[in-house]
């Protein structure tokens, strides 16, 4: 019944390397059956009607469906309230907007997990730009340690001044490990040890529903985060979330559209209807991320290389890092995930020299929805570690052929051996 044709070895692997996963995917199973029924439910308990999917236009008063989609999402995320909108055009607009919604001049923002994600850099320092910094918002951070884990001490000493403290769960490009639900609970604790009254803020990009609870279970006040990410469900066109405390939500509402007006103005347009589907939709989507990425994990630690995490490791949020040896490597996997995706196939993508990277970079996405990364991709800079990072898998029979068709292209090529 092959539909591909993948090498009998390689397809032999991949067998040996989803009887490796069997335990995990049956953890993922597990998560997406219960987070399933948590979304059914704050369906169920907002009463959600089909006139809620229609939307408004122009001013946007009164639109009952774009105040039913912030309640549906509070309730998931263990929020007081939500601020959802396809205004926010990216995550790095969602946290910008919660930056600034809080932050005044004279504030310390202190990023309390290291250097945070490189799009936020200019936000908070550039020069001239209307930063964070432009405004009199002063930055400073307690790095994590070396194996990568948060510096307790480090962040006890220096928490008291700030108004905002900064967690970032996922890793972006690093190969730091992600912060666990338990952790961001361990590192709200010392932040509120020596500061019960500053704003505990968590980038929750990528983490969405991968643990049974979110960073305001264990003590964070705002999560923020991106609908072409988990919460779409890879359905939404575009948009980000806010949520927490609904004065810090309210906050953030005045900073999006205008001090004053906040939550209460905003066409929904056409775009109620996808967001609604997309949350729904979510937890079976992260699941097959899930699984796409462990089993990615198994299928390149069984060939001999690396992987941040292994198969069998807890996970936090969607991102797989392999390190696959040499620039050759990461160029013939991106090709192949390109090759084996369901839009633009047939494109071939090449290394460039992407503004921001001190190095070369090669980026792979066939997504139906541009740049989603809750649609199986990969980017990879290349240089040391050369390691590729990789998200995403609306299904995960899909997932798996996109895998298994990057690593065909690498045997292809000669650039990895299966050993017996
Ligand atoms: C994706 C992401 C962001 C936001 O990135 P956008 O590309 O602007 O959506 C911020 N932080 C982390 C950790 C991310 O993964």
Redo the contacts with the bound molecule.
């Keep these: 019944m092959a539909v591909f044709s993948f090498s009998p070895e390689l397809v032999e692997l991949s067998e040996r390397a989803l009887g490796l996963c069997a335990p995990k995917f049956a953890e993922f199973d597990r998560m997406a059956d219960y987070n399933g029924q948590r979304v059914l439910k704050a369906f169920i308990d907002n009463k959600v009607s089909d006139i809620h999917m229609k939307g408004t236009n122009g001013y946007g008063y009164g639109d009952d469906g774009r105040d039913k989609l912030d309640a549906v999402f509070a309730q998931i995320l263990g929020a007081e309230d939500a601020l959802v909108r396809h205004n926010f ?7 910008t907007t919660a930056l600034f919604g809080i932050l005044r001049p004279g504030d310390l923002l202190l990023s309390v997990t290291g250097e ?2 490189d ?2 850099q200019g936000v908070i320092s550039g020069e001239g730009i209307g930063s964070l910094k432009d405004f009199g918002v002063r930055f400073d951070k307690v790095d994590l340690l070396a194996d990568g884990t948060p510096d307790y001490d480090g962040i006890r000493q220096k928490a008291g001044a700030c108004r905002m403290a900064y967690i ?5 490009y690093s190969l730091r490990p992600s912060l666990t639900i338990e952790v961001i609970g361990k590192i709200c604790e010392a932040v509120r040890s020596v500061n019960p009254d500053c704003v505990i803020f968590t ?1 929750n ?2 983490g969405e529903l991968v643990e049974e609870r979110e960073p305001l279970a264990v003590g964070s006040d705002l999560i923020v ?2 609908l ?2 988990n919460l779409g469900g890879g359905i939404a066109e575009t948009g ?1 979330y806010i949520a927490g405390r609904a004065d810090l939500v309210e906050q953030c509402a005045f900073r999006l559209t205008t001090p004053g007006t906040g939550k209460e103005v905003g066409a929904s347009l056409n775009q109620l209807r996808g967001m609604f589907l997309g949350i729904y939709h979510a937890p079976e989507a992260v699941c097959s991320a899930l699984k796409t990425a462990a089993f990615a994990a198994a299928m390149a630690e069984l060939l001999g290389f690396g992987a941040f995490p292994k198969y069998n490791e807890k996970r936090t ?1 969607i ?1 797989e890092a392999l390190t696959l040896g040499g620039e050759k490597q990461l160029v013939a996997f991106c090709q192949g995930i390109q090759a084996g995706s369901p839009v633009d196939s047939f494109a071939s993508p090449e290394p460039w020299d992407m503004p921001g990277y001190d190095s070369q970079v090669i980026m792979a996405a066939g997504a139906f929805t541009m ?1 989603a ?1 809750i649609e199986l991709s990969a980017d990879a800079p290349l240089r040391e570690p050369f390691a590729v990072w990789l998200q995403g898998g609306l299904t995960f029979p899909t997932g798996k052929a996109g895998i298994m068709t990057a690593f065909q292209h690498m045997l292809d090529k000669g650039l990895c051996r299966i050993s017996r």
């Design positions: 055009v990216n995550g790095t607009h969602a946290i945070p994600y799009t936020m970032q769960r996922s890793r972006g980038d990009c990528y985060g991106s072409i990410k980000g949020d991102i740049g990364s």
